[in-house]
C-alpha cells in the first residue's frame, strides 16, 4: 500500500528534478552557473544541465554589440553652453565573461562617467565653431579613454559617435543671423556685379551707337560736301563765279528747310530769317562776305610774301686750319 502511494510521488519528483537541471542558453548569450554561491562555469548558447537545488544561474550576460546614448552638457572655450550627444557602441568580449559579470556592477553607469569626464576635458579647449568641424577629435578621445578603462572590465568599445551637437538657443538664433547676413552678403555682392554688367553692357552699347551715328554723320557731310562741290562746278559752267554759286546754294537750302519745317505737322522749330527780302539780304551779306575774305586774304600772303624777303639771310661759318670766316 505504501509503496503504491510512493512510486507516483517518486516519479513526480523526479520529473521535477529533470525540467530544473536543464536549461537552455540563447544564441549570443552566455550564462553564469554558481554552486552554493560560487562561480562554477560559463555556459555558452544551447541546451545545458546543472545539479537541481545545488547549481544556480547567477546571471546571463549579452554579447551583442549594444549601444549607449549619453547626453553631455558642457561649455566651450568662448563661453558657449553646448549639448553633446555621444553615442557609444560597445560589446562584452567573449573571453572576458568572468570579468563582465563580476567586477563591474552597472557598466552603463561606468560608460556614462567616462564620457562625462572626457566631453568636459576636451570641449572647453574648443571654440564652438572648431567643436562642429573636430566632432571626430572627440569622438577618439572618448573612445581611446573607454578602451583603456573598460577593457580590464571585459569590455571592447566598438565606436564612438558624436551623434548631435545642440547650443544654446539664443546662440543658434545669432548664428542664423549670422548666416542669413552673410548669404544677403553675398547676394548683394552678385546683384551688385549683374548691375555693374549691365551699365558697362548698355556704355558699350552707347558708345558703338555714338560711334556709328558719327560716321553716318561724317559720310552725310562727306556725300553733302561733294554734292555742294558738283553744284558749284555746275554754276561756274553757265558763268556764275565760286562765291556766287555757294552763296546760291546756301539761300537755297535754307528755302529748302523751311518747305520741310512747313510740310511737317508737329514741328515747332521756326528758322528765321524766312521773307524773301531777307533772302535776298543774306545771299548779298554771303557775297560780300567771302568777297571781303579773299581780300583780306590776299592781303595777308603779300604782307607775308613782303616780310619773308626783307628778312636778312643766315651767315655761314666756315672752319679754316687758323681762322673761323664768314661767308655772306
Do not use: C, W
Not at 562617467?113 to 572626457?118: G, K, L, R
Not at 558708345?207 to 558738283?230: P, T, Y
Not at 554759286?245 to 528765321?272: C, K, M, P
Amino acid at each position: 500500500m505504501i509503496a503504491t502511494v510512493l512510486v507516483p510521488i517518486l516519479v513526480v519528483f523526479s520529473f521535477i528534478i529533470l525540467f530544473t537541471g536543464i536549461f537552455t542558453v540563447k544564441q549570443q548569450t552566455s550564462a553564469i552557473l554558481e554552486r552554493f554561491g560560487k562561480y562554477r562555469s560559463i555556459r555558452n548558447s544551447g541546451l545545458h544541465f546543472k545539479v537541481p537545488i545545488i547549481d544556480q544561474i547567477a546571471g546571463r550576460i549579452n554579447l551583442k554589440v549594444q549601444q549607449l546614448d549619453v547626453l553631455v552638457e558642457t561649455k566651450t572655450k568662448d563661453d558657449v553652453f553646448v549639448k553633446l550627444k555621444i553615442s557609444v557602441q560597445f560589446q562584452v568580449i567573449k573571453t572576458n565573461v568572468y570579468d563582465a559579470f563580476y567586477k563591474l556592477e552597472s557598466p552603463h553607469d561606468q560608460i556614462t562617467a567616462y564620457v562625462f569626464d572626457v566631453v568636459r576635458a576636451e570641449v572647453p579647449k574648443m571654440k564652438l565653431d572648431d567643436v562642429f568641424e573636430r566632432k571626430d577629435d572627440v569622438a577618439i578621445a572618448v573612445k581611446r579613454e573607454l578602451n583603456q578603462a573598460m577593457s580590464d572590465y571585459g569590455y571592447d568599445i566598438i565606436k564612438t559617435l558624436v551623434t548631435d551637437i545642440d547650443p544654446d538657443s539664443q546662440v543658434k538664433a545669432a548664428m542664423n543671423r549670422i548666416n542669413a547676413a552673410e548669404r544677403e552678403k553675398v547676394a548683394a555682392e552678385y546683384i551688385a556685379e549683374a548691375e555693374r554688367i549691365k551699365i558697362v553692357a548698355k556704355a558699350r552699347a552707347e558708345a558703338e551707337s555714338k560711334r556709328l551715328q558719327g560716321q553716318g554723320i561724317a559720310d552725310q557731310r562727306r556725300e553733302i560736301a561733294r554734292g555742294l562741290e558738283e553744284s558749284v562746278d555746275v554754276l561756274n559752267n553757265v558763268g556764275i563765279n565760286s562765291q556766287e554759286a555757294s552763296a546760291l546754294i546756301v539761300v537755297t537750302q535754307h528755302y529748302d528747310t523751311l518747305q520741310s519745317i512747313g510740310e511737317s505737322t508737329h514741328s515747332n522749330l521756326i528758322l528765321l530769317p524766312n521773307s524773301p527780302q531777307a533772302g535776298s539780304d543774306m545771299l548779298n551779306n554771303m557775297i560780300a562776305s567771302f568777297t571781303a575774305s579773299n581780300q583780306i586774304g590776299e592781303a595777308m600772303r603779300e604782307k607775308n610774301a613782303k616780310i619773308l624777303a626783307e628778312k636778312p639771310k643766315p651767315k655761314r661759318k666756315r672752319d679754316t686750319p687758323d681762322r673761323e670766316e664768314e661767308i655772306e
